[in-house]
């Protein structure tokens, strides 16, 4: 039996493998990137276990809530920690009050850290309310844009190492300000992890950021970002369909294939500045 990687930091662990090219093999020691299940409990009840890189677990937790519309902000949450019994692999979120629904009723909350629909009890449940922004965003800059996935990529120190993690960048839409990096295994949670970062510092709605994904544009992200009220979702990769027609409803900009000085609007292109005839 192989023994288990040993974690040198939350992020990365070393393992030997075998290196096969040209026709020969050398054993050498790899980096990975950690994968651990997180129970998430809200007020003593787990409601949730998602497959996650370890670290940046109560920025995970509120950001999962939020982003599932179980939480409004901040004042719904008292607290954000590990579990007063000091179970590994736990957090707990305090409310002040309850959650704004009942996730019980509706869905089924085992995600692995490549997807964030499944498990969801039934369709109509998948697609969330959200509230409308409080104000119109300013227009995207199209530099503003092209430069999110540089600047992004270079926060991302575990992707480095290993090659196997997603990550997630808030910016400042007006400015173009690096806010917050979050990298994670599962893209869902890495976009958590960054909404939850800019939650429990008291920034909410985010109606004046917008999010960059290392990866592809789907549903679930548009969704978050909706409801974290982002005024915007820029993505290294493609959208999808569903996320696309989410974006057109939701009123977010959606930007595909953030790439070589270029990228496609997908969605509220009103909400991108470009000169006439560009």
């Not at 020691?29 to 497959?51: C, F, H, K, N």
């Not at 990550?167 to 976009?191: I, K, P, Q, W, Y």
Request: one cysteine or more; a negative charge.
């Amino acid at each position: 039996m192989q023994p288990m990687p040993a974690a040198v930091e939350r992020h990365v662990a070393h393992e030997w493998i075998e290196r096969v090219r040209g026709g020969r093999r050398e054993r050498m020691r790899d980096e990975l990137a950690v994968e651990e299940p997180l129970e998430i409990r809200v007020d003593g009840t787990a409601i949730a276990v998602t497959m996650r890189t370890p670290g940046e677990d109560e920025e995970l937790a509120v950001g999962f809530l939020a982003g599932e519309g179980l939480i409004a902000g901040p004042g719904d949450v008292a607290s954000a920690g590990p579990a007063a019994d000091l179970a590994a692999n736990v957090v707990e979120v305090h409310t002040g009050g309850g959650l704004r629904r009942d996730p019980a009723r509706e869905r089924s909350f085992h995600l692995t850290s490549s997807c964030g629909v499944c498990g969801k009890a039934a369709l109509e449940h998948v697609r969330i309310a959200a509230p409308p922004p409080a104000a119109p965003a300013p227009p995207l800059d199209p530099a503003i844009v092209t430069a999110a996935p540089g600047s992004i990529r270079g926060e991302q120190d575990a992707f480095d190492h290993t090659g196997g993690m997603h990550a997630t960048g808030l910016f400042t839409a007006s400015t173009g300000e690096l806010r917050v990096v979050r990298e994670d295994v599962g893209r869902h949670n890495a976009m958590d992890k960054a909404i939850g970062a800019e939650l429990l510092a008291g920034n909410w709605p985010l109606t004046d950021a917008f999010a960059c994904v290392s990866g592809r544009a789907s549903f679930e992200l548009v969704q978050k970002a909706a409801l974290a009220g982002l005024a915007g979702l820029v993505a290294v990769g493609a959208p999808s369909t569903l996320a696309v027609s989410l974006a057109r409803d939701r009123g977010i900009v959606l930007c595909g294939f953030v790439r070589g000085g270029g990228f496609n609007v997908y969605a509220s292109a009103e909400g991108v500045s470009c000169a006439q005839g560009e």
